[in-house]
């Protein structure tokens, strides 16, 4: 017991373990607070127009595809189309019809809906006859938020990895590692030692991402089950990635590579849709059952997220007797 209080001492004095505690928690409520946005107004046409120039006729025609700004002067019209920060179209009298100008910098979709709209001006008599129908609007964030809340779930899962690895590191350097080769440890409560802690904290953060992400049923237990086998399997690993690790700085660099790993493999796989051979090498890494199961939750899958708990189940045990058996070698080496 008095190696976890040590233990949970270093947590709250590493501020890098705090964060990565933290970073899933904010950027599920950050998604959740982003669905409830309309960001469809993103892609609106706003129109710039100078005072008494247009009719007020052809003002109530513009309005109906965006809003018209009108402006004192052609200097505050021309300034405020070259505006970097807006698409801004300005709109001006020719004759009997309109002529528009913009600053050639804007998207595809408003330097087109510029050089269209004094043909759909001179033909609006037209446009009036035709049937529209207005359908409705998609939310822009749905078929992200399917890819981001699993991969953030995996971030959370995974921030035991980052703990161990970072707290063995630590040890060699302040020179508690040759304390721990000389006590009366057996491997596995050594690894109980170090593991509890990121494992406790990683099944912490992803419990409540997950709680911010999803609506609690009866299906929260196979998701419990993902995020238990899958926060286990990166505690090990961190403890891995502490032991090869000769400093901070090449520690810090394999734990980025592993997240980058765990981060991509998964969302690759989604995107590509991979299956057969190349799945099965895929689940070699742990993220990517985790990641699976809880898209296939996502989708009411319940086979598929069971299988994917098995996956993570024989990750766990050839993590662990791997590491138990490398710590093994390595004590009686160092005793005799």
Known sequence: MKGLKYQLKSVLRDK????????????????????????????????????????????????????????GTQEELTAAIQEPSTNVIGVNANGD???????????DIFQQAAATLPALYEQRGEAELVKVLTMERPDILESFQDIFIPAVLIVAMFMGCTFNAMNIISEKEDGVAFINEILPMTPSQYIFQKV????????????????????????????????????????????????????????????????????????????????????????????????????????GNMGTAIKDIGILAIHCVAWFALYVLISTQHKRHTTQ
């Open 16 to 71: 890098f373990c705090l964060m990565t505690f933290l970073l899933p928690i904010l950027v599920a409520v950050a998604l959740n607070f982003m669905g409830s946005i309309d960001l469809s107004t993103l892609g609106e046409l706003h129109f710039g127009v100078l005072e008494n120039d247009l009719s007020p006729q052809t003002v109530t025609w513009l309005e109906r595809y965006g809003p018209v700004t009108a402006y």
């Open 97 to 107: 019809s309109i002529k528009t100008s913009i600053s050639g910098d804007e998207l």
């Open 196 to 299: 509890v802690v990121g494992f406790l904290f990683g099944c912490l953060s992803s419990i409540v991402t997950a709680c911010i992400c999803f609506r609690l049923s009866w299906q929260n237990f196979v998701l419990l089950a993902l995020i238990v086998l899958s926060s286990f399997v990166a505690a090990l690993i961190g403890l891995f990635i502490g032991k090869l690790s000769e400093g901070l700085m090449i520690g810090v660099v394999y734990i980025k590579i592993i997240m980058l790993v765990f981060i991509a493999v998964p969302i690759v796989c989604a995107l590509i849709g991979v299956s057969g051979p190349l799945a099965v090498i895929c689940n070699l890494v742990p993220s990517q059952p985790a990641f699976d199961g809880i898209m296939a939750l996502s989708a």
